[in-house]
């Protein structure tokens, strides 16, 4: 036995061996790394990749989401809309083909005449237009869409609905409140009517086979992703947003132990607001169009009222067709969730507070870590100067301190003066929907704050938890894993910035399915930022091309031959069968 043990370990050491020594053209993370960090040596000889052609995708295909496809919800259950969730297709079944546009697509009105108009040939669904026409979410004229700020709970528009929130909650006039999330979005015309008052709102929707309020928001030039509160987390960390908004969103609040309300309990921050708006609040003089009676609405009030005092919520406002709701400033409230007979309880199965990526969704309530005395909205700084204010929870990063923050907010600073020398479109109005693909902290954001734009930062489900210091300093993003594609529809951002993804995913994400998922929510004519190791640019330009996109290779500010930019625009181009 112990020979043939001997032996074995001996084979095992020499197939290592060889696989070790055959690296398929990928240097290791940590190789690249060094490289790119030390401009004095010898640069690895690039990646090479092979020749790769891509196809047009079939026209039924234009507005294809892979992840959330109706095509394939036949496959999942009903249980609580399972089926609208994340279920990204299988390996042998992803598509690698280029996503036309719809017949007719024309480049987008830029923002802010965006707002209030697009083309109706950009996003071609009749079906709303015609079901919502009654409330005003948007009309058809000609070749546009026109949005005049209508909605199911404001028939007297979007402003004069915001200017009695306004009232209720006096945060929202003075910088307290920043970020926001709004379930159920429409045609996203709160978020659209908050962001010029200041405040950044995620417009959140389940991809449909008929609304695409997602698509819609987003042609708009106004931040949405597709999502929904089912069975599993939303994904953003827990005391994150500083408001969340229903307006009649059919969120079944207060059935399944009200565990989608505890879910909004997680990611909203001390101190922060649930504002709803139309069934059961104000029962009293409507119960009569919701085909339903008096004493129906007034139970689910009473319910609703009760579980949200469970959660240490309490009623902070309300008026007419608007009630609101204050989330505990400290954690004294949540005392009382340990005595055994309470429900819900307190969580404490070991779940990280902050996982978001596939994570079930628990009947329990996440307490705040009392040792952030910071997080409240009561105690963190209000807006603009929360922006460059190292956040509290920047030391529960690995690395993380505030000396780490100011470098990298004074770094971004430089870097994104160089990229409008670059790139003189940033910073205009020819770029509005921006994502930056692998932030730290949102330095990018932060440096392009004052420009007519919005960015999503995304962080790795994979990276270190920095996304809870985006959202303290003010602005807004999610998980994501880039092996999978984006919750969102195609052609929706103006501009993808990428720092170092490909050195630090190649051992997981094959680089041409990054890409072709880039290439999916890019906008045609749109831009695409690449900030990377010089051992990978020429691959990515090789694909790129193939993809229709035209590049340029650039210096970094620092000029070091480890580390290059890779400009490039994805050129407008239709269909073999487009008329």
């Known amino acids: 036995m112990g020979i043939l043990f001997v032996v074995l370990c001996g084979f095992s050491f020499y197939l290592g061996g060889i696989f070790c020594s055959e690296k398929h053209g990928f240097a290791s993370t940590e190789e690249v790394v060094k490289s790119a ?40 259950g009903r249980h609580r809309l399972t089926f609208m969730e994340r279920h990204c297709p299988p390996a042998f079944d992803r598509k690698e083909c280029l996503v036309p546009p719809p017949d007719g697509y024309k480049e987008p009105i830029r923002w802010p005449k965006s707002k209030n ?20 979410w948007l009309r058809k004229e000609g070749e546009k869409f026109y949005f005049p700020g209508g909605g199911t709970m404001f028939p007297n528009g979007v402003s004069a609905y915001v200017d009695l929130m306004q009232d209720l909650i006096p945060g929202m006039k003075d910088g307290t409140i920043r970020t926001a999330i709004d379930t159920g979005c429409g045609v996203a015309s709160w978020g659209g009517d908050l962001l010029d008052r200041g405040i950044l709102t995620v417009s959140l929707a389940p991809r449909d086979n008929h609304e695409a309020q997602v698509q819609f928001a987003l042609e708009r030039g106004i931040p949405a992703i597709l999502g929904i509160i089912s069975t599993q987390r939303l994904p ?22 009200g565990i989608y309300l505890l879910e909004v309990h997680r990611i909203l921050r001390p101190g922060g607001f649930w504002v709803l708006s139309g069934p059961p609040v104000n029962y009293e003089n409507h119960w009569r169009g919701w085909n339903t009676t008096v004493e129906e609405q007034k139970s689910d009030y009473d319910k609703l009222q009760e579980l949200l ?16 709701w204050q989330k505990a400033t400290d954690n004294n409230c949540y005392k009382q969730l340990d005595s055994l007979d309470n429900y819900p309880s307190k969580c404490d199965d070991g779940t990280e507070p902050d996982s978001g990526w596939y994570t079930p969704l628990r009947p329990c309530v996440v307490v705040p870590d009392p040792k952030n005395k910071k997080t409240s909205l009561k105690t963190i700084a209000k807006w603009p100067e929360r922006l460059h204010v190292a956040p509290e929870r920047v030391v529960d990063v690995h690395g993380g301190s505030d000396g780490a923050f100011k470098h990298d907010d004074s770094k971004w600073k430089s870097r994104v003066k160089h990229y ?35 960015v999503m930062n995304v962080v790795s489900s994979y990276a270190s938890n920095t996304l809870p210091v985006v959202f303290d300093r003010g602005l807004i993003g999610t998980f994501h894993d880039w092996c999978e594609a984006f919750s969102t529809y195609p052609r929706t951002y103006d501009l993808l910035h990428v720092d170092g993804l490909f050195t630090t995913e190649n051992h997981r994400c094959e680089m041409k399915h990054v890409l072709l998922e880039m290439d999916r929510i890019l906008r045609p004519n749109g831009y695409v930022i690449v900030r ?32 290059k930019v890779l400009i490039c625009q994805k050129k407008l181009w239709y269909s073999n069968k487009s008329s």
């Open 37 to 76: 960090e030390s401009p004095k040596k010898t640069v690895s000889t690039p990646v090479q990749v092979k020749s790769v052609s891509f196809s047009q995708c079939s026209a039924d295909l234009q507005d294809y989401t892979p992840c959330t496809d109706p095509k394939r919800w036949m496959k999942y």
């Open 117 to 136: 108009e697009c083309w109706y040939r950009n996003v071609p669904y009749d079906w709303i237009n015609k079901q919502k026409s009654n409330q005003h």
């Open 236 to 257: 953003f960390p827990s005391n994150s947003f500083d408001m969340a908004h229903c307006s009649r969103c059919l969120i079944p609040w207060t059935e399944f132990g």
């Open 309 to 324: 005092t469970s959660m240490c919520f309490k009623l902070y406002n309300k008026k007419d067709d608007i009630a609101v």
């Open 420 to 454: 409008k020398k670059l790139l003189p479109a940033l910073g205009t109005n020819k770029i509005r929907n921006v994502m930056d693909m692998n932030t730290v902290y949102g330095g990018f954001a932060a440096a392009l704050v004052e420009d007519p734009l919005w």
């Open 532 to 563: 990377e190791s010089s051992y990978f640019v020429d691959a990515i330009a090789t694909i790129a091309k193939r993809m229709k996109w035209g590049c340029h290779k650039e210096a970094t500010e620092y000029d070091i031959e480890t580390e």
